[in-house]
């Protein structure tokens, strides 16, 4: 099974990202890359760095029609495993958000805290960026602010209301020095990890080349996630719904007790562990 290394986790901690050393296989890069585009085809409406909630079977309330192939992928055991190691074995699996830049045109991601956006208290989350295309500086990969989870505190957002963004919450100047920032270039099936503090945004693709990556959103189940918050009301860029985003128990128990794994999951299914 996929474990991070001590010196992975000891990056992660003091950087707030790490690349693991482990990846997916080529034949299931290829399978994703697959189901990539037969979730782009159905979703004819939507702009593909905007599909939210992709794992979400059907119409998942929230836009967009999503396929069980993501819902697997954030399941996969190995994954799941590489996020333990840094937020513990107790794992709740709560969103996944393909982002998929279109050759020469794909948006950009402003500059943020995911913090900002999310219904958790408290504030934890590791998010899994995969690949499934190569992503470079030339077509917009990720970029991050080291050690900006420091503190654990969330600075000031502005809101954008521009249509040329992934995201319209942009972080207000000052809040740190955009010279620091390291790219996180990864080829098909490579994935960083993410903490919830850390600030990150991505540059538009003007290339060539289509940049896809699969935002998949674990938190720790010490925490909740709580329904009757709506932090960024309506101005999040994309048309998310937290009060009823189906939860999924991938590892370990609940500690809160209070998480509900049967909010937006059809008749007959629930979020138990995997």
């Known amino acids: 099974m996929a474990r991070l290394q001590a010196d992975e986790i000891e990056h992660y901690r003091r950087e707030g990202w790490v690349i693991p050393r482990w990846h997916l296989p080529a034949a299931q890069v290829q399978a994703m890359v697959q189901a990539l585009d037969e979730l782009i085809a159905r979703n004819p409406g939507v702009r593909p760095e905007k599909l939210v909630s992709a794992h979400v079977e059907g119409d998942n309330g929230e836009g967009v029609r999503g396929s069980r192939d993501f819902l697997e992928l954030a399941r996969d055991p190995e994954i799941v495993d590489l996020v333990s190691d840094v937020i513990g074995d107790d794992v709740i699996l709560w969103g996944c958000h393909v982002f998929c830049k279109p050759a020469g045109e794909g948006y950009e991601t402003p500059w943020h805290q995911d913090g900002h956006y999310w219904p958790i208290r408290p504030l934890a989350t590791c998010t ?108 999040t860029g994309v048309p998310v719904n937290f009060a009823q985003r189906p939860l999924w128990l991938v590892k370990g128990q609940d500690r809160t007790g209070r998480n509900d794994f049967s909010v937006g999951h059809r008749a007959g299914q629930t979020g138990g562990a995997a």
Not at 129 to 145: D, F, K, M, Q, Y
Not at 197 to 211: K, L, P, W
Not at 221 to 231: K, M, N
Request: charged share 25%.
């Open 128 to 235: 899994a960026w995969v690949a499934l295309e190569p992503s470079t500086e030339a077509n917009g990969c990720l970029r991050v602010i080291p050690r900006s989870h420091e503190g654990r505190r969330l600075h000031e957002h502005l809101h954008e209301d521009r249509d040329d963004l992934t995201l319209q919450q942009r972080l207000a100047e000052g809040a740190f020095d955009e010279a620091q920032a390291v790219s996180l270039e990864l080829q098909p099936g490579q994935m960083s990890l993410h903490d919830v503090y850390m600030i990150h945004g991505a540059a538009a693709n003007t290339s060539g080349q289509r940049r896809t990556g699969v935002a998949l959103r674990y938190m720790p189940a010490t925490s909740l996630f709580d329904r009757s918050l709506r932090p960024v009301d309506g101005k």
